[in-house]
């Protein structure tokens, strides 16, 4: 196939990593910042939106729209985790160690950290980056893994056990951290209300729901059509409703607390330093650990990438789901992704660069899986 008329020139121009992202992945920043202001725009223009949303609602509390589209954008992510692939990860018991105890330990208690740290007077919005530090990464990993070389497979895999990890662990911890924790500490939770039942209720049906349907997705039209036409021809077309799923939810979240936000712009920026913090330490610290293991640069690279991001999908449908699509935590969830794209991008850079330092781009280390 000929390249269209400028394409030499775009790809030169282009930087390589930035190249190989699709055009929704390459742009999401700006898809995010257009949804935002839509929303704005939305919600000045129907004032009555918020009682048209809130006239049916599911089981959580939550308006059919919303929650329709929280389980859109979830489903496509799930469907391309390969589950039949935990037992390969699981014989590399460094690995899989490592990265449980970054996931369910340091991760979650960085986020608590830096949120009491730099967010100690906004509860909402620290409240909000707990919850997306107790959700982790279970989807746009898999890019930026694929962009800095790493191990595609213990990629999907560590993916796969997340999103088991958190349905079965999301409510404990969610608990621990926003209750029982700060207590201990003597921290003042006392503006906030928690339904630990509602937490759990909310992952079951925004993960537990979506997840059943990817893996039976993904098993019958395995048997049906086979991995080859599944993985290149399917998943490509189904991808990008995660990302018409998450920008559907944006606007609707905008349209309903635009005023708030158009009036304090500064706790945008707030809730962005908490986040970059997060990236940076957990992406450095993993990298860090993966080399002092042993572990070849491949694994190295999806165990730093798998730790430091979060599915702020499901840290977004909790916020909703248990405090509404008007609060403080929601608006900290969404800002997640905002700051996340060009993070992650940035590491992948560092990623790379790392990888011609350390490991001079030679065969894996002796003895590394």
């Known amino acids: 196939m000929q390249n269209a008329p400028g394409a030499a020139q775009l790809s030169e121009a282009t930087p390589p990593v930035i190249a190989r992202l699709s055009f929704l992945d390459r742009y999401l920043p700006l898809w995010i910042v257009i949804a935002m202001a839509t929303g704005i725009g939305l919600g000045r223009a129907l004032p009555s939106l918020n009682a048209r949303l809130n006239s049916i609602q599911v089981t959580t509390g939550t308006s059919l729209p919303i929650f329709l589209g929280l ?11 390969r ?3 935990v037992g390969d990860v699981a014989r590399d018991r460094r690995m899989l160690v490592a990265s449980l105890v970054l996931n369910w330990v340091v991760g979650p208690a960085v986020m608590f950290a830096l949120a009491w740290l730099l967010l100690g007077d906004l509860p909402a919005y620290r409240t909000g980056l707990i919850i997306v530090g107790l959700a982790r990464c279970i989807a746009m990993v898999l890019i930026w893994n694929d962009l800095s070389g790493g191990d595609r497979e213990a990629a999907a895999v560590l993916v796969a056990l997340n999103s088991l990890f958190q349905i079965v662990a999301f409510a404990l911890l969610g608990y621990f951290y926003l209750e029982l924790l700060p207590h201990w500490l003597g921290l003042s939770t006392e503006n906030l209300h928690l339904s630990i039942w509602r937490i759990a209720q909310t992952v079951a049906i925004f993960l537990g729901i979506p997840l059943v349907a990817g893996y039976l997705t993904r098993l019958f039209a395995e048997r049906a059509r086979g ?13 990008p409703f995660a990302l018409y799923g998450l ?7 905008f349209a309903l607390q635009g005023h708030t936000i158009t009036a304090r712009p500064g706790d945008v920026a707030r809730i962005a330093i908490p986040l970059l913090c997060y990236f940076a330490i957990m992406w450095f ?5 993966g080399r002092w293991l042993g572990l070849a640069y491949e694994r190295t690279a999806t165990l730093a990438f798998t730790a430091a991001g979060n599915n702020f999908e499901l ?8 405090f509404g699509v008007t609060s403080g935590e929601a608006l900290a969830g969404v800002v997640g992704p905002l700051i996340e794209v060009p993070a992650l991008v940035g590491l992948v850079y560092v990623s790379l660069w790392a990888k011609r330092t350390f490991y001079n781009a030679q065969r894996p280390l002796e003895g590394a899986p």
């Open 227 to 239: 991995r080859e036409w599944y993985e290149s021809r399917f998943l490509p077309r189904l991808s």
């Open 83 to 85: 589950y039949d692939r």
């Open 315 to 322: 840290a977004i449908a909790v916020a909703i789901g248990v």
């Open 71 to 81: 389980l859109i954008m979830m489903y496509p992510v799930l469907a391309k985790v």
């Open 247 to 253: 920008l559907y939810t944006i606007v609707i979240l």
């Open 285 to 289: 610290g993993s990298f860090a650990l």
